[in-house]
Each structure stands twice: as C-alpha cells, then as structure tokens.
C-alpha cells in the first residue's frame, strides 16, 4: 500500500492533527500506556517535538523553503488577466471583428473619385474593336471628379453590416469565453499547488516520525526488548517515507511552475499561497443552474450570434439577384483640348443594374450561405446539449467532493481509535510490527483523504461554476 498518493492535499503540520476549515476537527491520537514487557516508542503526534531525533539528509533544505511572493487568489487572477497573451490575442481579434463593421457600411457613403488625365491622340482615331460601340480619342488635358452614391440595392448591405454587427458581438463573447478559461486554470493550477504544499509538510511530519521510531526500535532491539524484525520493518517505513518526501517535493515545484505557467509568468514561481474560504453547497435541484447556464455560458452566446450573423449573410447572397440602383455625377475642366471638346463639363445621372445572367453564381453563393447558417445553428444546438451535461456532471461531482469532506473526517476518527487500539496490542506484545505497520498507514491514508477532500471540492466548485458561465 502506497503511502502517499500524488497530486493530494493536507492541512496539518502533524500527520495526526487535522485542523481544516471545512469540517470539525479529529480528535488526536492519545498515547497508549507503557506495556510491562517493553517500553513504549513516541507517538505519531510527538514526533514532531523531538528534538533529538534524527533527521534525513535532505528533510531540512526541503522544510525550510527560501522566503516567496506573497500571493491570494484574487492577485493570481488579477496577474493572469494582464499578462495571458491568449487573452490579449482574443481581445485583438474583437478589436479587429469591430472594425470590419466599417467594411459593408462604406457603401452608404458616396464614393469620389478625382482624375486627372493627359491624352495625345493619333489625329482623330477611335476604339474600334472590342465593343459593339466606338469610343473617340481625343488630344487633352483635363482634371476633375466623379461621384458615384448608392440609392438602393434592396437590402444587400444592410444584411452585410447586420452580419458584421453580430460577428463582432459573437468575437466578444469569444474573449469572455477565453477570459473564464484562463481564470479556471488558474484557480486549479492554485489549488494544485496548495494540495502540493501541504503533501509536502505532511511528508515531512511522517518522515520525523518514521526516523523517531526507528531509533527507538534499534534502542529496544539492542536491550533484546524488540526483535531485528521489528527494526527492518522500520527501516523500510522510514525509507518509504523519505521517498513520498523526496516525490512530494518535486511535487511542488511541478504545481508552481504550472501555476507560474496559468498567470502568463516566466519569472519565480515561488509563492507563498493564500488559504481561501470553501463555497458553498450546491442546492439539490440542478434544473435552476442549467438554466443560467443556456442564458450565460459566453460560448453558447458567440454560437447563436455566428448563427445569426451567417443568417443575415445568406441574405445578404440572396440580394445580390436584386437591382442597385446609383446615382451618378462628374465634372471638371479641360484646359487643353481639341475644338470637338468644351473647356468644362459636368453632368449628373442614375444608374440601375440589374443582373440578368451569370452562370448561376449567385444562386450557388445563395445556397452556400444558407448551408452555413443551418451548420451554425445546428452548432449552437449541440453546444447547449454539451452545456446541459456539463452542468449536471459538475454539479453532481461538486456535491459529492462536499459530502466526502464530512465522511472523511469521520474515517480519519475511526483510524485514530484503530491505531490507538493496535498501538495497545503492540505494546502489550499480543500485536505484530505489521499489524501496527498496517494501521498506521490506514491512519496516513484517512488524514491524506481528508485533507485531499478540502481541495477536491474547491477544485469541482470551479470546474462547476466554470460549466455555469459563472467565473469572475
């Protein structure tokens, strides 16, 4: 049976004494009476305070950490939001979708063009083929301008700028998106590094307690109070836990660089973690919660706003069979010109388009974009379905990672009473090393378990409110 169990959380400085904020406190483990055949070794809760005992090679440079950064949740969050360059990327791209409103809206303005144009003609010569009609060319110099305005092109650009409108929205709720998904990371990868820590401290208690009674048992052995056996079986306790000290260490330094990595950093990851207050339970009717999630999630909302952009867009491909109707203008003057020419010119008019054929093209564009509009809207479609389940698992392993922060409390008194019980027998010599052994490690598990609960549940309340849409 593995001592430790990775990526686990604990609370204590003693592996014996489990003060969490999210249930009530396991009573410690009381030290049983000297047995009359041999004197009874130190108890996991005093382990800590023997100052005498031997301590491993490295347990000292793992305990004491070299002073980090002071660092709460809220600071973690506030650092990943301005230093993320996905986040910063989103917030671009947005920026970017806003701007192309400005594309399709340009042709409710008139359009001006000024030229300015120089001629030498071969005498008087016209453009013959080509067209059906001819075109002088005459010897000049001129400058002026033209001015073309759109009338109307029933409702063409009107479903572009709509179709833009909506896109630029749906961009937004993208960066809202992104934004959430890197407050999550951040908030596990926090979490993940306070499990580490505290697997760490509680490495380090179990290891002093594992050197404290196995100098105990080489000194009982050598007085033929204990057997050999019972000294091997310490040994390989003790090298056990040096080993989960060694893991749980490397351990730490994994969930800070991960940290360190979620905040957009690549300075120091040595913080020094705030504790942060357990949320509170889910309420027992999920129905409340997946509807705010159909409403809030940003990721369903950029969907349907994609869907209605490519909705206006495949109207928009049905107005180009439409006329357009333009109004036109031109003026300027010719300074030098032939006699066939006027010294200035100008003349107004309209022009309607109407296409009549063009190998189908629009007809194919039309199709087009309405299969991309029932594609979008199917996409949102399976997107609120993914939002419902998500919901329900989230909420269903948040409630049972709190109810698991009471039942594991009580598993950590009942493994408190087991090893007070085995530690009896042992020192009555009517239990075995093993059996001690045995219990002692169910004792290690429960507190571990314990302690992991805290965390786990903090962990599910964020993937839960995650699912919801719900991360600040």
């Known amino acids: ?44 809760q ?12 490295n347990s000292t440079s793992m305990a004491a950490q070299p002073p980090g950064t002071e660092l709460s949740l809220a600071d973690a969050e506030a650092r990943a939001l301005k230093n993320q360059p996905r986040l910063l990327a989103e917030q671009y791209r947005a920026q970017a979708a806003i701007k192309r409103i400005g594309e399709p809206r340009a042709s409710y303005s008139a359009q001006a063009y000024g030229n300015l144009t120089a001629i030498e003609a071969n005498g008087d010569t016209a453009v013959a083929a080509g067209a059906l009609t001819t075109s002088s ?12 305005q759109m009338i109307t092109d029933f409702g063409h650009t009107s479903n572009l700028v709509q179709s833009a409108r909506l896109a630029a929205k749906a961009s937004g709720q993208d960066e809202e998106s992104i934004r959430q998904s890197i407050l999550m990371q951040v908030e596990e990868a926090y979490f993940n590094a306070q499990a580490a820590e505290s697997v760490r401290k509680t490495a380090l208690a179990v290891l002093d307690f594992r050197r404290v009674t196995l100098r105990q048992l080489s000194a009982l052995a050598q007085s033929e109070l204990r057997s050999t056996l019972d000294v091997q079986f310490a040994q390989v306790m003790d090298s056990e836990a040096e080993l989960a000290l060694v893991r749980a260490e490397s351990n730490v330094q994994r969930a800070h660089a991960q940290l360190a990595a979620a905040m957009g950093e690549e300075g120091d990851s040595d913080y020094i973690l705030a504790d942060e207050p357990l949320p509170a339970n889910p309420e027992a009717d999920p129905a409340g919660y997946i509807s705010a999630a159909i409403a809030d999630r940003p990721d369903l909302k950029a969907l349907k706003l994609r869907s209605d952009s490519a909705m206006h867009e495949a109207r928009a491909e049905r107005d180009r069979n439409y006329p357009t109707v333009n109004a036109l203008a031109a003026g300027g003057e010719v300074p030098i010109h032939d006699p066939t020419i006027h010294h200035e010119y100008g003349a107004v008019g309209a022009n309607i388009n109407v296409p009549l054929f063009n190998g189908g093209l629009y007809a194919a564009r039309s199709a087009a974009a309405k299969l991309e509009a029932r594609a979008a809207d199917k996409d949102a479609v399976l997107r609120e379905v993914e939002i419902v389940r998500d919901v329900r698992m989230t909420w269903a392993d948040a409630r049972d990672a709190y109810l698991q922060i009471g039942v594991s409390q009580r598993l950590v008194d009942e493994t408190n009473v087991a090893m007070r019980l085995a530690k009896a027998r042992y020192d009555a010599g009517l239990g075995s090393i093993v059996e001690l052994n045995q219990a002692e490690l169910d004792q290690t598990s429960a507190l571990i378990t314990a302690a992991s609960a805290r965390f786990d549940y903090l962990r599910a309340m964020t993937a839960f409110q995650f699912a919801m849409g719900d991360v600040h």
């Open 1 to 44: 049976m593995r001592l430790f169990l990775p990526g686990v959380a604990l609370c204590i400085s003693a592996i014996s004494y489990l003060p969490c904020s999210a249930g009530a406190q396991p009573a410690a483990l009381p030290t049983a009476p000297p047995a009359e055949k041999a004197p009874s070794f130190t108890p996991l």
């Open 46 to 57: 005093n382990a800590t305070q023997d100052k005498d005992a031997i301590a491993p090679a």
């Open 137 to 148: 060319i005459s010897t000049r110099a001129a400058g002026g301008a033209s001015l073309v």
